[in-house]
């Protein structure tokens, strides 16, 4: 049996490790011997949540970002998690043929060939995709439609069944389990992956998952011996911790088991090795195998939440109670109905816990995320039977569930691209500044973006000269440094911190 590998890098690995923050100049040196290794697919960084985050933080154009991996990586296919056609994500909702166009935009760009949406989270297959998915595919674009899991009582195997066959009714390109949380294990994939691939038939069907719990790998293995042909991966520093198994670990897993995996060993090393040189630059994390946890299961928290409610709670100086704030996760998730714990809930149920330890009170003061969940805007996922019925009816009886009601009943606005215009910019203003504006909100980010200059360049394991002269610049006690290969020499003075090269 052949095993195909979906590389996570890019996207998921930087998201999970990095949080979000892989830069320009950080992907361009091995863009190009990534498209060169052999992967079946490549995720890349590409939707509204990403672009804001490079204007935002990194001042960077993720326009130009796009163009640059399109270029650099033109035979592999390149997916994306898909959002919708609300540029402003889980905010007030954009203009629905601006999310056209960015669609569009990125299928003419040449960076995005398969778009992959998580369809059992809010009512999405029967809300969203019956008008989405035909207009993605109307661009060109395969669908493949992740299935998230969950442990909890009401994520059965008959959920599961009922969502697979949901899935498979909008004749998606492949299918995948989608373990977000790092919670799968072995005896759970074994009655899991059968079932959905006796139902997909000739859909392929995929495994992604997280090493959050430690035990990924071992469920790949196993997925292997069911049947699964395509595993998610990433190549380290981004992959293990959080992010998914070790490409180079499971490629060797494989083979070992007398599976085929045609992938170019060098080259992934190679990119590895240049990645690692990268991180240390920027004191990134890298990502490392962990031990066994537990209690991962309990909050089901996934670890870049985790990364987050860290950083929310130092602001508010309450860092030390980190610990309570996951109990607390625990009762809420409980409270609403066992929400699964993927983007927005597992954001909605972090802010929440930390609210309800800082004020000492729980819902004392309620996120109106929450009040909305009440209020049944989520779907399936939100309001019904198993939410706790005394607190969805004290939700709904606050005064800003009223406000909220009001404001919820306003349909989303859907004008014209010219229309657009006029409201986010000014006629005749370009595609790419339009749709930026719309995400962001206004142009002061956006100015700040482009003041900030070009992309930031980092020195790589393949550029060691640049390296050794950058290094000698910092210890001027160090008169000069002579390397020699048989007969070839070269002599680097150091001149008052100023290193030169002479052969």
Request: net charge neutral; charged share 25%; aromatic share 6%.
């Amino acid at each position: 049996m052949d095993v195909k590998i979906l590389d996570t890098t890019f996207r998921d690995g930087a998201q999970s490790l990095w949080a979000m923050a892989i830069r320009h100049g950080m992907m361009e040196p091995v863009a190009e011997d990534m498209d060169n290794a052999g992967f079946h697919v490549i995720e890349v960084p590409c939707n509204s949540i990403h672009f804001k985050k490079y204007i935002r933080d990194m001042k960077e154009n993720p326009f130009d970002i796009m163009r640059m991996l399109a270029k650099k990586m033109p035979k592999t296919p390149k997916a994306a998690m898909g959002g919708g056609l609300n540029l402003n994500s889980f905010g007030t909702p954009t203009p629905p043929v601006l999310g056209k166009l960015f669609m569009k935009t990125m299928a003419d760009i040449g960076i995005l060939q398969r778009n992959q949406l998580t369809c059992n989270t809010a009512d999405q297959l029967k809300r969203a995709f019956p008008t989405l998915v035909p207009i993605l595919k109307g661009y060109g674009m395969q669908i493949a439609m992740a299935i998230s899991y969950s442990v909890s009582p009401r994520h059965t195997d008959e959920f599961y069944l009922e969502k697979t066959r949901a899935a498979l009714a909008m004749k998606p390109d492949s299918i995948y389990l989608k373990d977000q949380g790092g919670l799968l294990t072995v005896d759970r994939i074994r009655t899991l992956i059968p079932m959905m691939i006796k139902e997909a038939g000739d859909t392929p069907v995929e495994l992604h998952s997280h090493c959050t719990t430690g035990l990924a790998p071992l469920v790949y293995t196993e997925a292997m011996k069911l049947g699964v042909k395509i595993l998610h991966c990433g190549i380290p520093p981004l992959a293990d911790g959080s992010a998914q198994p070790s490409v180079i670990d499971m490629v060797k897993n494989a083979r070992l088991m007398g599976y085929n995996v045609d992938l170019d060993d060098k080259l992934i090393k190679s990119v590895s090795d240049r990645l690692y040189t990268i991180a240390r630059q920027d004191n990134m994390p890298l990502g490392e195998p962990v031990r066994y946890d537990y209690a991962q299961y309990i909050h089901q928290i996934p670890g870049g939440v985790i990364s987050n409610l860290k950083f929310q709670l130092s602001e508010i100086n309450l860092d030390h109670r980190l610990e309570d704030v996951l109990k607390e996760c625990i009762q809420i998730r409980e409270d609403f109905g066992y929400p699964i714990m993927i983007t927005p809930f597992s954001q909605y149920v972090g802010t929440q816990a930390a609210i309800n330890i800082a004020t000492g009170e729980r819902y004392k003061v309620v996120i109106d995320e929450f009040i909305r969940f009440a209020q049944g805007v989520y779907g399936e996922d939100s309001g019904y039977t198993w939410m706790n019925q005394n607190l969805k009816d004290r939700l709904l009886n606050l005064p800003r569930a009223k406000e909220l009601a009001t404001l919820g009943k306003r349909p989303v606005e859907d004008i014209s691209l010219e229309d657009c215009r006029q409201k986010f910019g000014y006629p005749g203003i370009g595609d790419e500044e339009l749709m930026m504006r719309a995400i962001m909100g206004g142009t002061k980010e956006i100015e700040a973006m482009v003041a900030a200059g070009p992309p930031r360049r980092y020195l790589t394991s393949d550029m060691p000269l640049v390296s050794l002269l950058n290094e000698l610049k910092k210890h001027s006690s160090v008169r000069y440094i002579q390397v020699q290969r048989g007969t070839d020499s070269i002599v680097i003075q150091n001149r008052g911190g100023n290193a030169v090269a002479a052969e």
